[in-house]
């Protein structure tokens, strides 16, 4: 279990909600010269800023275009071509806009259109896109409503039901006016369904079911602080574990229209309580997620439930060792490379390694003494025939060695003899065999790269590293052995030193174990590896040395990964040259 030290206090790590009455929306419309925003031109931008239902600005102005009108577009919106003779171009118009919508939410009906127009001429012109979130009120409205309350969901319409004070004209002001009457009202009709923040807003899809309603008053107890959640039902079972960096309002999200996975709609409706674990840190939080999630094994969290059901790729300890597939590791003399999620990952690995090392493939055990017939391997010069006697203990080592420096530092030999078979099968046309063995290659080199990754950070007895909280203070975390030990929080301004101090002295004491991953899974070592290559840490105390092979499989790594850059899931995986 991880020890936390009280020792400051933690802002949130996540965004709260944010009130819809307190949100600053720019609801705009823009006029174009046709429907394409590579091909078309502006003619007219209309915005209007509200919040809390009070309209704080306008800004409005026709747009020279730069070309000729198309006449329908003049018969459906009135701009002709003298009334923008006079009007400044967009390159000139966009500055004094993206001004106007800084740091406000965009609102358009047909928000992908208007939306997509500004960023085009954004583009073109050298300004910085805008990052605003965005609501679309078109798509809302089809959430929203039903056909028995509006035949189609077209601004006119909306419009006209929600008897809107500004009618639609095709005129980029007087649309957006309207588009304002009907934000409110669909504000308002989503409000019925609990959702009372912006990001509720932007992830409704459908009104909660009667169970998410009726069970709201378990998120009543919930702080407001990092930590973790947990599901359980009326026997006290985990259902579902999460984290977050928020507690309440992310448990809350569970109860509003904006939890719309089936499943998890399902879990709600057999909870009966919701277990907070508060956390110091949000590294911590994502740690405690994990370790739980692999206790208690709760039956809706899909990812991280079986983390024992991991295998490895054994060289074993005896005279003649071979490549056996094991699901535990030992503290024994063997060579371990892994973890494989399935077997048959470890089995493909093995093949490759196979490939470039004459490692004996038969599963009896052999002595010096062993004497019977050897198989056809020995006939292909895959192996050496140990079993016959033709090769000694210490002949085969060298080929051990060969497979242990491949396993542990360098797989270059592995990547050379599969490139050499996979390029004499390309130029064979036997493309599915030079597919098989790129994908037992990638699997090979994946998994090298990962566990020297992580060997990096679990061979050190103690790292202590600290990364800026948000209140202006840091984050400290103990890691032994890849497993984290200790997490708490320094306030602003103290001195390091009696922090550190107190948080090593009440750490968990962790007595490692035998092979890569001697104190804790893969993915808490990985969560902790990711944080520490987060922007702003800083490493406080290293015990040892953190390093990686200087040959290591992360170089190889890189070219796999570009091998496979352009197989999309639907092509045929046909082999060809990782050159």
């Keep these: 279990m991880v020890m936390v030290v ?118 073109k012109h050298g300004y910085p896109p805008p990052a605003n979130p965005v609501v679309d009120t078109a798509d809302l409205a089809r959430r929203v409503l039903t056909r028995d309350e509006v035949p189609n969901c077209k601004l006119s319409t909306l419009a006209r039901i929600f008897r809107s004070t500004t009618e639609p004209c095709h005129r980029a002001l007087a649309d957006a006016k309207a588009t304002v009457d009907v934000l409110h009202v669909l504000i308002e009709r989503v409000g019925a369904y609990g959702v009372q923040t912006l990001e509720e807003l932007k992830g409704f899809v459908r009104a909660p079911t009667p169970e998410q309603k009726r069970k709201r008053h378990l998120a009543a107890s919930i702080p407001s602080t990092p930590g973790v959640y947990v599901f359980e039902d009326e026997r006290g079972e985990a259902l579902y574990v999460g984290k977050s960096g928020d507690l309440r309002q992310r448990v809350k999200s569970y109860f509003t229209a904006s939890e719309t996975r089936p499943r998890i709609r399902e879990m709600i409706g057999i909870a009966e309580r919701v277990r907070p674990i508060v956390c110091a840190t949000g590294l911590e939080a994502e740690v405690r997620e994990l370790r739980l ?85 020995a006939e292909m010069g895959r192996c050496g025939a140990p079993c016959e006697g033709r090769q000694s203990v210490e002949d085969y080592r060298r080929h051990v060695d060969d497979a242990r420096a491949a396993m542990e530092h360098d797989p270059g030999p592995v990547f050379s003899a599969l490139e050499t078979r996979m390029e004499r099968l390309a130029a064979e046309q036997r493309y599915e065999e030079a597919a098989l063995d790129r994908d037992r290659l990638a699997v090979y080199v994946r998994t ?112 796999i990964d570009l091998a496979y850059k352009g197989l999309q899931p639907h092509q045929p995986r046909e082999g060809r040259p990782l050159r």
């Design 293 to 377: 999630i692999g206790a208690t094994k709760p039956r809706y969290n899909r990812r991280s439930r079986f983390p024992e059901k991991v295998v490895w790729l054994k060289l074993t300890d005896e005279p003649f060792p071979r490549l056996s597939i094991v699901r535990e590791v030992k503290a024994d003399q063997a060579t371990y490379l892994g973890p494989f999620s399935s077997a048959r990952g470890a089995e493909e690995a093995r093949s490759a390694l196979h490939e470039a090392v004459p490692l004996r493939q038969c599963t009896e055990r052999i002595t010096p003494r062993t004497r019977r017939a050897a198989c056809a391997l």
């Design 6 to 123: 009280e020792i400051g206090v933690q802002g949130t790590l996540d965004e709260l909600g944010t009130p819809l009455d307190q949100v600053t929306f720019v609801v705009f419309d823009l006029e174009t010269t046709g429907g394409s925003s590579a091909e078309h031109a502006i003619t007219e931008i209309g915005a209007v800023k509200v919040r809390g239902g009070e309209v704080l600005g306008e800004f409005a102005t026709l747009v020279d275009p730069g070309r000729p009108i198309p006449p329908f577009i003049t018969v459906l919106t009135g701009i002709t071509d003298v009334m923008v003779m006079a009007a400044p171009r967009v390159e000139q118009v966009l500055p004094a806009f993206l001004e106007f919508v800084r740091g406000a939410t965009l609102v358009a009906h047909n928000a992908p259109f208007d939306v997509g127009f500004i960023k085009a001429n954004c583009q």
């Design 448 to 559: 090298a790269a990962r566990m020297q990754r992580l060997r990096s950070l679990t061979g050190i007895p103690q790292l202590i590293a600290a990364s800026p909280a948000f209140d202006g203070g840091w984050d400290i975390h103990v890691v032994r052995h890849g497993r984290l030990a200790a997490a708490g929080v320094m306030p602003r301004g103290a001195h390091p030193t009696p922090y550190v101090d107190a948080l090593v002295a009440t750490a968990e004491t962790v007595s490692p174990g035998p092979g890569p991953l001697p104190a804790a899974g893969a993915e808490e070592t990985e969560c902790i590896l990711r944080w520490l290559d987060s922007p702003g840490v800083r490493l406080v105390r290293v015990d040892g040395t953190w390093s990686l092979p200087a040959r290591g499989a992360g170089r190889l790594k890189e070219r």
